[in-house]
T-cell receptor, first 115, second 113 residues
Framework: ETGVTQSPTHLIKTRGQQVTLRCSSQ?????VSWYQQALGQGPQFIFQ???????GRGNFPPRFSGLQFPNYSSELNVNALELDDSALYLC??????????????FGPGTRLTVT | QQQVKQSPQSLIVQKGGISIINCAYE??????FPWYQQFPGKGPALLIA?????SEKKEGRFTISFNKSAKQFSLHIMDSQPGDSATYFC????????????FGKGTRLHILP
């Protein structure tokens, strides 16, 4: 069974630029959630995708957007990057059905630095 | 308003001792309470989780104690080992109604060899 994978591992961008982060869900999982983890803080929920539709969103501005593909992989896009967007971006996937959507398994994350 | 409050912020325990991390929550609609372990440079790993219909769950050296009336829950790590040194997050979610996980701010645990 393959776990959650994310790419790239690290990324450096300039303020105002746009970035795309990628996530492959764990085998058998059809739900993907994205979180932002600032240094020394707990992860904060950005949004979740279920069967290619957004299924819940946290308190993040519209310049944070996402996609989920038919194979359940996902992308997180951030436009007009700000310095405060520097963080570890985590992707988590959940098993199908059975009331187990809360069992979220995290990938290693993408470390984004905005200068 | 922080929905899940975690303490202490950092903890030092002797090898073989018991590590205890406490959390409190406000929203009574939460019905799933996981604990995550995170090593530097890694994503959080699901350690153990509990639902409010039980007061305790044990998996190996890790035990969750849950007090529904007090809206508190805690993680106990028995026989703590240096390899347990990591940041631990308590969390809560409302399951199928709202699948986002609300995390505490984390506890940095250091086990002295």
């Amino acid at each position: 069974e393959t776990g959650v994978t994310q790419s790239p591992t690290h990324l450096i961008k300039t303020r105002g630029q746009q970035v795309t982060l990628r996530c492959s869900s764990q085998s058998g999982h059809n739900t993907v959630s994205w979180y932002q983890q600032a240094l020394g803080q707990g992860p904060q929920f950005i949004f979740q995708y279920y069967r290619e539709e957004e299924n819940g969103r946290g308190n993040f501005p519209p310049r944070f957007s996402g996609l989920q593909f038919p194979n359940y992989s996902s992308e997180l896009n951030v436009n007009a990057l700000e310095l405060d967007d520097s963080a570890l971006y985590l992707c988590a996937s959940s098993p199908q059905g059975g009331g187990r959507l809360s069992e979220q398994y995290f990938g290693p994350g993408t470390r984004l630095t905005v200068t | 308003q922080q929905q899940v409050k975690q303490s202490p912020q950092s903890l030092i325990v002797q090898k073989g001792g018991i590590s205890i991390i406490n959390c409190a929550y406000e929203n009574t609609a939460f019905d799933y309470f996981p604990w995550y372990q995170q090593f530097p440079g890694k994503g959080p790993a699901l350690l153990i989780a509990i639902r409010p219909d039980v007061s305790e769950k044990k998996e190996g050296r890790f035990t969750i104690s849950f007090n529904k009336s007090a809206k508190q829950f805690s993680l106990h790590i028995m026989d703590s080992q240096p390899g347990d040194s990591a940041t631990y997050f308590c969390a809560a979610s409302m399951g199928n109604r709202d699948d986002k996980i609300i995390f505490g701010k984390g506890t940095r645990l250091h086990i002295l060899p």
